[in-house]
T-cell receptor, first 113, second 114 residues
Framework: SQTIHQWPATLVQPVGSPLSLECTVE??????LYWYRQAAGRGLQLLFY??????ISSEVPQNLSASRPQDRQFILSSKKLLLSDSGFYLC????????????FGEGSRLTVL | RKEVEQDPGPFNVPEGATVAFNCTYS??????FFWYRQDCRKEPKLLMS???SGNEDGRFTAQLNRASQYISLLIRDSKLSDSATYLC???????????????FGTGTRLTIIP
């Protein structure tokens, strides 16, 4: 069966520090991968999606970046965090055979101070 | 107008009651629709897809009204375990081929009271 993991689960970072969140999927190949952010009182916002290794599409301008160095690995990064980067970050995957279902990781809760 | 709009609630409903949520969407070309459930501080999980003819899964019924551009979720005989936030999700991808245009509502918070 397929599983998705992301880490770390919780982190507190000072403004201006770097960020790296990692997500891996097991049990499937060539998944579509996504990074979402959920801020307090707001809906899930799509940040990046990837349909293959090295292929990244960005939905919104921001100081975050994403990379997909391997088929089942998706990384979210920042060189310098802002206060507004605080939120609940969710990695998700799906495949073309799905009927629109996104499978989410457990989430990473980021607080920028 | 928001792309996907939901009443944020909270809805506080006694156990055993019936509760209904509506969700409106702005893009008339939207292809597919879903309800997700999100427990507090957890990741969202698919509750059910919404089909044009309406569909039912146990105590849950989902309906789509394309003319008025809204979807609904009805929960009958509500249980304490139904307490969660319910997210309306609309796929605005024109081809319905990928999921990159899944747009989430902000969610409706439901609390079932014993």
């Amino acid at each position: 069966s397929q599983t998705i993991h992301q880490w770390p689960a919780t982190l507190v970072q000072p403004v201006g520090s770097p960020l790296s969140l990692e997500c891996t999927v097991e049990g499937t190949s060539n998944p579509n991968l996504y990074w979402y952010r959920q801020a307090a009182g707001r809906g899930l916002q799509l940040l990046f999606y990837s349909v293959g290794i090295g292929q990244i599409s960005s939905e919104v301008p921001q100081n975050l970046s994403a990379s997909r160095p391997q088929d089942r690995q998706f990384i979210l990064s920042s060189k310098k965090l802002l206060l507004s980067d605080s939120g609940f970050y969710l990695c998700a995957w799906t495949s073309l055979i799905n009927t629109g279902e996104l499978f989410f990781g457990e989430g990473s809760r980021l607080t920028v101070l | 107008r928001k792309e996907v709009e939901q009443d944020p609630g909270p809805f506080n409903v006694p156990e055993g009651a019936t509760v209904a949520f509506n969700c409106t969407y702005s893009n008339s070309a939207s292809q597919s629709f879903f309800w997700y459930r999100q427990d507090c501080r957890k990741e969202p999980k698919l509750l059910m897809s919404v089909y044009s003819s309406g569909n039912e899964d146990g105590r849950f019924t989902a309906q789509l009204n394309r003319a008025s551009q809204y979807i609904s979720l009805l929960i009958r005989d509500s249980k304490l375990s139904d307490s969660a936030t319910y997210l309306c999700v609309v796929n605005m991808s024109p081809t319905n081929f990928g999921n990159e245009k899944l747009t989430f509502g902000t969610g409706t918070r439901l609390t079932i009271i014993p």
